[in-house]
Protein backbone atom coordinates (compact mmCIF):
# COMPACT_ATOMS: atom_id res chain seq x y z
CA UNK A 1 0.00 0.00 0.00
CA UNK A 2 1.39 3.47 -0.71
CA UNK A 3 0.75 5.75 1.98
CA UNK A 4 2.94 8.92 0.30
CA UNK A 5 0.48 12.02 0.41
CA UNK A 6 -0.45 13.46 -3.33
CA UNK A 7 0.27 16.66 -4.06
CA UNK A 8 -2.92 17.69 -3.62
CA UNK A 9 -2.61 15.89 -0.07
CA UNK A 10 -0.02 18.58 0.14
CA UNK A 11 -2.22 21.57 -0.86
CA UNK A 12 -4.51 20.83 1.93
CA UNK A 13 -1.82 20.64 4.47
CA UNK A 14 -0.27 24.00 3.42
CA UNK A 15 -3.48 25.59 2.88
CA UNK A 16 -4.94 24.45 6.78
CA UNK A 17 -1.85 24.75 8.08
CA UNK A 18 -1.64 28.57 7.16
CA UNK A 19 -5.07 29.25 8.26
CA UNK A 20 -4.46 27.67 11.57
CA UNK A 21 -1.22 28.96 12.72
CA UNK A 22 -2.82 32.64 11.47
CA UNK A 23 -6.52 32.65 12.70
CA UNK A 24 -7.10 29.98 14.89
CA UNK A 25 -3.27 29.57 16.92
CA UNK A 26 -3.53 32.99 18.01
CA UNK A 27 -7.16 32.68 19.85
CA UNK A 28 -6.74 28.90 21.57
CA UNK A 29 -5.51 29.96 24.50
CA UNK A 30 -8.31 32.94 24.77
CA UNK A 31 -11.04 30.39 24.05
CA UNK A 32 -9.93 28.18 26.38
CA UNK A 33 -9.55 30.37 29.22
CA UNK A 34 -13.25 32.15 28.54
CA UNK A 35 -14.93 28.51 27.30
CA UNK A 36 -16.08 30.54 24.33
CA UNK A 37 -16.59 29.32 20.74
CA UNK A 38 -14.77 30.90 18.09
CA UNK A 39 -17.48 31.70 15.35
CA UNK A 40 -15.65 34.21 13.47
CA UNK A 41 -13.40 31.08 12.73
CA UNK A 42 -16.01 28.91 12.21
CA UNK A 43 -17.58 31.12 9.39
CA UNK A 44 -13.52 31.12 7.99
CA UNK A 45 -13.74 27.12 7.78
CA UNK A 46 -16.70 27.14 5.80
CA UNK A 47 -15.72 29.80 3.47
CA UNK A 48 -12.93 27.73 3.00
CA UNK A 49 -14.53 24.62 2.94
CA UNK A 50 -13.71 22.90 5.52
CA UNK A 51 -17.32 22.42 6.82
CA UNK A 52 -18.30 20.06 3.95
CA UNK A 53 -14.90 19.05 2.96
CA UNK A 54 -15.36 15.14 2.42
CA UNK A 55 -19.33 15.90 0.88
CA UNK A 56 -19.71 15.09 -2.94
CA UNK A 57 -19.28 18.71 -4.88
CA UNK A 58 -22.90 18.23 -6.26
CA UNK A 59 -23.91 18.29 -2.71
CA UNK A 60 -21.86 21.84 -2.50
CA UNK A 61 -18.95 19.72 -0.75
CA UNK A 62 -15.05 20.07 -1.49
CA UNK A 63 -15.43 16.12 -2.60
CA UNK A 64 -11.92 15.51 -0.52
CA UNK A 65 -10.91 11.92 -0.03
CA UNK A 66 -10.40 11.04 4.01
CA UNK A 67 -6.88 11.52 3.94
CA UNK A 68 -7.53 14.94 2.98
CA UNK A 69 -10.12 15.49 5.93
CA UNK A 70 -7.60 13.87 8.11
CA UNK A 71 -5.02 15.98 7.18
CA UNK A 72 -7.09 18.79 8.18
CA UNK A 73 -8.32 18.02 11.65
CA UNK A 74 -4.97 17.53 12.22
CA UNK A 75 -3.47 20.69 11.27
CA UNK A 76 -6.56 22.53 12.85
CA UNK A 77 -5.71 20.52 16.21
CA UNK A 78 -2.15 21.18 16.66
CA UNK A 79 -3.65 25.02 16.64
CA UNK A 80 -6.47 24.70 18.55
CA UNK A 81 -8.72 21.29 19.15
CA UNK A 82 -11.66 22.65 19.80
CA UNK A 83 -12.13 24.34 16.39
CA UNK A 84 -11.11 21.12 14.62
CA UNK A 85 -13.76 19.47 16.84
CA UNK A 86 -16.88 21.49 15.36
CA UNK A 87 -15.50 20.53 11.73
CA UNK A 88 -14.90 16.92 12.79
CA UNK A 89 -18.97 16.67 14.21
CA UNK A 90 -19.87 18.49 11.25
CA UNK A 91 -18.34 15.65 8.08
CA UNK A 92 -18.20 13.13 10.38
CA UNK A 93 -21.00 12.62 12.28
CA UNK A 94 -23.56 14.92 10.25
CA UNK A 95 -23.02 15.25 6.79
CA UNK A 96 -21.65 11.50 6.46
CA UNK A 97 -24.82 10.17 7.39
CA UNK A 98 -26.91 12.65 5.41
CA UNK A 99 -25.30 11.82 2.11
CA UNK A 100 -25.07 8.27 2.80
CA UNK A 101 -28.77 7.33 3.70
CA UNK A 102 -30.60 10.72 3.23
CA UNK A 103 -33.24 11.21 0.62
CA UNK A 104 -32.35 14.00 -2.52
CA UNK A 105 -35.10 16.31 -0.83
CA UNK A 106 -32.96 16.09 2.38
CA UNK A 107 -29.62 15.95 0.45
CA UNK A 108 -31.14 19.55 -0.80
CA UNK A 109 -32.40 21.07 2.64
CA UNK A 110 -29.92 19.71 4.42
CA UNK A 111 -26.93 18.28 3.42
CA UNK A 112 -25.99 21.38 0.83
CA UNK A 113 -26.31 24.37 3.79
CA UNK A 114 -24.15 22.16 6.13
CA UNK A 115 -21.49 21.27 3.58
CA UNK A 116 -21.07 25.26 2.76
CA UNK A 117 -20.86 25.51 6.34
CA UNK A 118 -24.41 28.04 6.26
CA UNK A 119 -25.62 25.18 9.05
CA UNK A 120 -24.01 23.66 11.61
CA UNK A 121 -24.96 20.67 12.84
CA UNK A 122 -25.25 18.10 15.91
CA UNK A 123 -25.22 14.57 16.73
CA UNK A 124 -27.29 13.53 19.46
CA UNK A 125 -26.81 10.05 20.71
CA UNK A 126 -25.41 9.40 24.26
CA UNK A 127 -27.78 10.32 26.94
CA UNK A 128 -27.57 10.43 30.96
CA UNK A 129 -27.86 6.80 31.69
CA UNK A 130 -26.89 5.74 27.98
CA UNK A 131 -23.44 6.00 26.71
CA UNK A 132 -21.73 3.13 25.16
CA UNK A 133 -25.18 1.40 25.31
CA UNK A 134 -27.24 3.06 23.15
CA UNK A 135 -30.24 0.20 23.19
CA UNK A 136 -30.71 1.72 26.78
CA UNK A 137 -31.24 5.17 25.39
CA UNK A 138 -34.81 6.37 26.81
CA UNK A 139 -35.87 9.45 23.82
CA UNK A 140 -39.67 8.09 22.36
CA UNK A 141 -40.20 9.00 18.66
CA UNK A 142 -43.61 7.69 18.33
CA UNK A 143 -45.23 7.95 15.12
CA UNK A 144 -48.57 10.73 15.08
CA UNK A 145 -49.95 10.89 11.51
CA UNK A 146 -47.18 12.83 9.51
CA UNK A 147 -44.77 13.37 12.43
CA UNK A 148 -43.03 11.99 15.28
CA UNK A 149 -43.40 12.88 18.76
CA UNK A 150 -40.54 13.46 20.23
CA UNK A 151 -39.89 13.20 24.55
CA UNK A 152 -36.24 12.56 26.04
CA UNK A 153 -33.38 14.53 27.00
CA UNK A 154 -29.39 13.43 25.10
CA UNK A 155 -26.26 15.17 26.76
CA UNK A 156 -22.79 15.56 25.82
CA UNK A 157 -23.64 16.97 22.27
CA UNK A 158 -20.95 18.52 20.79
CA UNK A 159 -22.10 21.70 18.62
CA UNK A 160 -25.26 21.42 20.55
CA UNK A 161 -25.85 25.06 21.34
CA UNK A 162 -25.70 26.51 18.25
CA UNK A 163 -26.48 23.87 15.85
CA UNK A 164 -29.35 24.60 12.77
CA UNK A 165 -29.71 20.89 12.83
CA UNK A 166 -29.36 18.24 15.20
CA UNK A 167 -29.23 14.34 14.12
CA UNK A 168 -30.89 12.53 16.36
CA UNK A 169 -31.58 9.01 17.63
CA UNK A 170 -34.46 7.51 19.71
CA UNK A 171 -36.65 4.28 20.32
CA UNK A 172 -39.43 3.97 17.93
CA UNK A 173 -39.82 0.45 18.96
CA UNK A 174 -38.34 -0.32 22.55
CA UNK A 175 -39.27 -3.82 22.32
CA UNK A 176 -36.27 -4.88 19.50
CA UNK A 177 -33.41 -3.28 21.33
CA UNK A 178 -31.15 -1.71 18.96
CA UNK A 179 -33.13 -2.55 16.21
CA UNK A 180 -35.60 -0.17 17.57
CA UNK A 181 -33.57 2.87 17.24
CA UNK A 182 -34.97 5.41 14.42
CA UNK A 183 -33.54 8.61 13.43
CA UNK A 184 -34.35 12.26 13.08
CA UNK A 185 -33.08 15.38 11.23
CA UNK A 186 -34.46 18.07 13.98
CA UNK A 187 -34.20 21.55 12.95
CA UNK A 188 -33.39 24.69 15.21
CA UNK A 189 -36.34 26.09 16.40
CA UNK A 190 -38.39 23.13 16.34
CA UNK A 191 -41.46 23.73 18.92
CA UNK A 192 -41.00 21.64 22.27
CA UNK A 193 -37.10 21.50 21.33
CA UNK A 194 -34.45 23.65 23.97
CA UNK A 195 -31.09 23.51 25.18
CA UNK A 196 -30.08 22.39 28.30
CA UNK A 197 -27.23 23.10 30.40
CA UNK A 198 -23.88 23.81 28.86
CA UNK A 199 -21.12 21.50 30.07
CA UNK A 200 -17.92 23.73 31.95
CA UNK A 201 -15.62 20.97 30.78
CA UNK A 202 -11.55 20.14 31.75
CA UNK A 203 -10.36 20.41 28.28
CA UNK A 204 -11.78 21.42 24.50
CA UNK A 205 -13.07 24.32 26.56
CA UNK A 206 -14.04 26.14 23.25
CA UNK A 207 -16.33 24.07 22.13
CA UNK A 208 -20.03 23.94 22.94
CA UNK A 209 -21.42 20.90 24.85
CA UNK A 210 -24.74 20.26 25.98
CA UNK A 211 -28.08 19.04 27.03
CA UNK A 212 -30.76 18.95 24.12
CA UNK A 213 -34.20 18.63 25.38
CA UNK A 214 -37.40 17.04 23.95
CA UNK A 215 -40.46 17.67 25.18
CA UNK A 216 -43.55 16.62 23.04
CA UNK A 217 -41.48 18.27 20.23
CA UNK A 218 -43.04 17.41 16.88
CA UNK A 219 -40.95 16.61 14.11
CA UNK A 220 -42.19 15.70 10.62
CA UNK A 221 -41.64 11.62 9.16
CA UNK A 222 -40.20 13.82 6.49
CA UNK A 223 -37.20 14.41 8.19
CA UNK A 224 -36.50 11.04 9.47
CA UNK A 225 -33.20 9.27 8.02
CA UNK A 226 -33.51 6.00 6.76
CA UNK A 227 -35.93 3.98 7.29
CA UNK A 228 -37.83 3.30 11.07
CA UNK A 229 -35.34 0.75 13.24
CA UNK A 230 -31.97 1.57 11.04
CA UNK A 231 -31.15 4.16 13.53
CA UNK A 232 -28.30 2.17 14.92
CA UNK A 233 -26.98 1.34 11.61
CA UNK A 234 -26.67 4.97 10.56
CA UNK A 235 -25.24 5.62 14.28
CA UNK A 236 -22.79 3.14 13.56
CA UNK A 237 -21.69 4.18 10.61
CA UNK A 238 -21.05 7.63 11.67
CA UNK A 239 -19.31 6.96 14.48
CA UNK A 240 -16.81 4.72 11.85
CA UNK A 241 -16.07 7.87 10.44
CA UNK A 242 -16.19 10.18 13.52
CA UNK A 243 -13.15 7.67 15.18
CA UNK A 244 -11.20 8.26 12.55
CA UNK A 245 -11.87 12.53 12.98
CA UNK A 246 -10.74 11.73 16.47
CA UNK A 247 -7.58 9.84 15.74
CA UNK A 248 -6.49 12.85 13.54
CA UNK A 249 -7.50 15.32 16.29
CA UNK A 250 -6.10 13.57 18.95
CA UNK A 251 -2.43 12.77 16.29
CA UNK A 252 -2.44 16.57 16.02
CA UNK A 253 -3.05 17.59 19.80
CA UNK A 254 0.50 15.08 20.78
CA UNK A 255 2.52 16.53 17.66
CA UNK A 256 1.80 19.85 19.19
CA UNK A 257 2.98 18.70 22.54
CA UNK A 258 5.52 16.76 21.12
CA UNK A 259 7.29 19.99 19.12
CA UNK A 260 6.80 22.12 22.06
CA UNK A 261 8.54 19.96 24.35
CA UNK A 262 11.52 19.67 21.27
CA UNK A 263 11.75 23.30 21.00
CA UNK A 264 11.75 23.80 24.78
CA UNK A 265 14.47 20.52 25.35
CA UNK A 266 16.93 22.43 22.97
CA UNK A 267 17.09 25.22 24.95
CA UNK A 268 16.56 24.73 28.41
CA UNK A 269 19.92 25.04 30.35
CA UNK A 270 20.54 22.89 33.37
CA UNK A 271 23.91 21.32 34.53
CA UNK A 272 25.86 23.42 32.12
CA UNK A 273 23.86 22.70 28.65
CA UNK A 274 20.36 21.94 27.03
CA UNK A 275 18.67 19.34 28.22
CA UNK A 276 18.00 17.83 25.39
CA UNK A 277 21.81 16.43 25.77
CA UNK A 278 20.48 14.09 28.33
CA UNK A 279 19.88 10.74 27.24
CA UNK A 280 16.71 10.22 29.25
CA UNK A 281 15.05 13.38 27.44
CA UNK A 282 16.47 12.22 24.33
CA UNK A 283 14.29 8.84 24.82
CA UNK A 284 11.18 10.59 25.84
CA UNK A 285 11.91 12.46 22.50
CA UNK A 286 12.18 9.43 20.78
CA UNK A 287 9.71 7.41 21.86
CA UNK A 288 7.32 10.20 21.31
CA UNK A 289 8.16 10.60 17.85
CA UNK A 290 7.90 6.94 16.66
CA UNK A 291 4.18 6.73 18.54
CA UNK A 292 3.22 9.53 16.70
CA UNK A 293 4.36 8.31 13.36
CA UNK A 294 3.06 5.07 13.82
CA UNK A 295 -0.67 6.80 15.01
CA UNK A 296 -0.13 8.52 11.79
CA UNK A 297 0.20 5.85 9.59
CA UNK A 298 -2.84 4.00 11.38
CA UNK A 299 -5.12 6.81 10.89
CA UNK A 300 -4.18 7.05 7.16
CA UNK A 301 -4.49 2.98 6.85
CA UNK A 302 -8.22 3.62 7.91
CA UNK A 303 -8.63 6.90 5.89
CA UNK A 304 -7.96 4.66 2.83
CA UNK A 305 -9.85 1.51 4.25
CA UNK A 306 -13.05 3.90 4.73
CA UNK A 307 -12.51 5.19 1.15
CA UNK A 308 -12.31 1.92 -0.29
CA UNK A 309 -15.75 0.64 1.70
CA UNK A 310 -17.92 3.84 0.04
CA UNK A 311 -17.36 2.07 -3.13
CA UNK A 312 -17.59 -1.58 -1.83
CA UNK A 313 -19.98 -1.82 0.87
CA UNK A 314 -16.92 -3.18 3.10
CA UNK A 315 -16.99 -2.80 6.76
CA UNK A 316 -13.84 -0.46 7.89
CA UNK A 317 -14.72 -0.77 11.96
CA UNK A 318 -11.76 -2.58 12.52
CA UNK A 319 -8.99 0.17 11.04
CA UNK A 320 -11.22 3.12 12.65
CA UNK A 321 -11.16 1.61 16.08
CA UNK A 322 -7.40 0.97 16.00
CA UNK A 323 -6.45 4.04 14.64
CA UNK A 324 -8.75 6.41 17.28
CA UNK A 325 -7.87 3.54 20.15
CA UNK A 326 -4.36 4.01 19.48
CA UNK A 327 -3.72 7.45 18.76
CA UNK A 328 -6.19 9.22 21.81
CA UNK A 329 -4.10 6.51 24.16
CA UNK A 330 -0.79 7.92 22.43
CA UNK A 331 -1.66 12.07 22.91
CA UNK A 332 -2.59 11.52 26.62
CA UNK A 333 0.67 9.65 26.51
CA UNK A 334 3.00 12.02 24.79
CA UNK A 335 0.89 15.27 26.65
CA UNK A 336 2.00 13.72 29.83
CA UNK A 337 5.85 13.10 28.82
CA UNK A 338 5.80 16.99 27.20
CA UNK A 339 4.65 18.77 30.52
CA UNK A 340 7.45 16.34 32.35
CA UNK A 341 10.32 18.12 30.06
CA UNK A 342 8.45 21.04 30.81
CA UNK A 343 8.92 20.31 34.43
CA UNK A 344 7.90 22.95 36.65
CA UNK A 345 6.71 24.96 33.54
CA UNK A 346 4.93 22.70 31.73
CA UNK A 347 1.91 22.98 35.04
CA UNK A 348 1.30 26.32 34.68
CA UNK A 349 -0.97 27.86 31.57
CA UNK A 350 2.21 30.37 30.26
CA UNK A 351 3.08 26.91 28.59
CA UNK A 352 0.63 25.67 26.06
CA UNK A 353 1.10 21.98 27.03
CA UNK A 354 -0.91 21.49 30.12
CA UNK A 355 -3.95 22.51 27.63
CA UNK A 356 -2.58 20.04 25.27
CA UNK A 357 -2.77 17.88 27.82
CA UNK A 358 -6.70 18.36 29.17
CA UNK A 359 -7.80 18.65 25.16
CA UNK A 360 -5.83 14.94 24.95
CA UNK A 361 -7.75 13.72 27.50
CA UNK A 362 -11.68 13.58 25.62
CA UNK A 363 -10.10 11.80 22.66
CA UNK A 364 -10.40 8.31 24.94
CA UNK A 365 -13.71 9.00 25.70
CA UNK A 366 -15.92 10.69 23.04
CA UNK A 367 -16.78 8.85 19.55
CA UNK A 368 -16.89 5.93 21.90
CA UNK A 369 -14.49 5.07 24.87
CA UNK A 370 -10.79 3.08 24.79
CA UNK A 371 -12.34 -0.02 25.99
CA UNK A 372 -15.45 0.30 23.74
CA UNK A 373 -12.27 0.52 20.76
CA UNK A 374 -11.23 -2.82 22.26
CA UNK A 375 -14.38 -4.55 22.46
CA UNK A 376 -15.00 -3.53 18.55
CA UNK A 377 -11.62 -4.80 17.69
CA UNK A 378 -11.84 -8.09 19.60
CA UNK A 379 -15.32 -8.40 17.73
CA UNK A 380 -13.64 -7.88 14.75
CA UNK A 381 -10.58 -10.69 14.96
CA UNK A 382 -12.56 -12.80 16.32
CA UNK A 383 -14.93 -13.84 13.80
Known amino acids: MDLRLTEEHGMIRKMVREFAEKEVAPLAAE ?18 GLMGLTVSEEYGGAGMDTVSYCIAIEELS ?3 ASTAIVMGVQNSLVCHGIEKFGTEDQKQRFLVPLAEGRFIGAFALTEPEAGSDAAAQKTTVVRDGDEYMVNGTKNFITNGGFADVILLFGMTDKSQGHRGISALLVEK ?3 GFSVGKEEDKLGIRGSSTCEAVFEDCRVPVANRLGAEGHGFKIAMSNLDAGRISVAAQALGIAEAAYQAALEYAKTRQQFGQPIAEFQGIQWMLADM ?7 RLLIYHAALAKDR ?3 TGERYSKEAAMAKLYASETASWVTDLAIQ ?8 KEYPVERYYRDA ?4 IYEGTSEVQRMVIADQILR
Open 31 to 48: IDEKGEVPFENIRKMGEL
Open 78 to 80: KAC
Open 189 to 191: GTP
Open 289 to 295: ATRIEAS
Open 309 to 311: AEK
Open 341 to 348: IHGGYGYV
Open 361 to 364: RITR
